[in-house]
Nanobody
Framework: QVTLVESGGGLVQPGGSLRLSCAASGFTFSYYAMAWYRQAPGKQRELVARISSGGIRDYTDSVRGRFTISRDNAKNTVYLQMNSLKPEDTAVYYC?????????WGQGTQVTVSS
């Protein structure tokens, strides 16, 4: 059974930091590209950052320089370090795994940036 379990969300003040984690099981993690998406209320889900099976990273423009995606294949875990958080980063953050036609999603973790 495939599972992706996100953790690390919460309430943080503007300018603060959070580190999201996504623990994967049920598939060969190292073979998959991993990504973080987010969905704010009333908006479409958008790609935030992704990392290929070979470690190549890509970011959406609004988070580049503030967020860092990384993966630990030994722990089957992908991370999203989020610094200099802004109110517009408020959303539910989802973990995603992709390889060929196989696509898996986590249940999401809420991130709220507010003073």
């Amino acid at each position: 059974q495939v599972t992706l379990v996100e953790s690390g969300g919460g309430l943080v003040q503007p300018g603060g930091s959070l580190r999201l984690s996504c623990a994967a099981s049920g598939f060969t993690f190292s073979y998959y590209a991993m990504a973080w998406y987010r969905q704010a209320p009333g908006k479409q889900r958008e790609l935030v950052a992704r990392i290929s099976s070979g470690g190549i990273r890509d970011y959406t423009d609004s988070v580049r320089g503030r967020f860092t995606i990384s993966r630990d294949n030994a722990k089957n875990t992908v991370y999203l370090q989020m610094n200099s958080l802004k109110p517009e980063d408020t959303a539910v953050y989802y973990c995603n795994a992709v390889r060929l036609s196989y696509v898996y999603w986590g249940q999401g973790t809420q991130v709220t940036v507010s003073s």
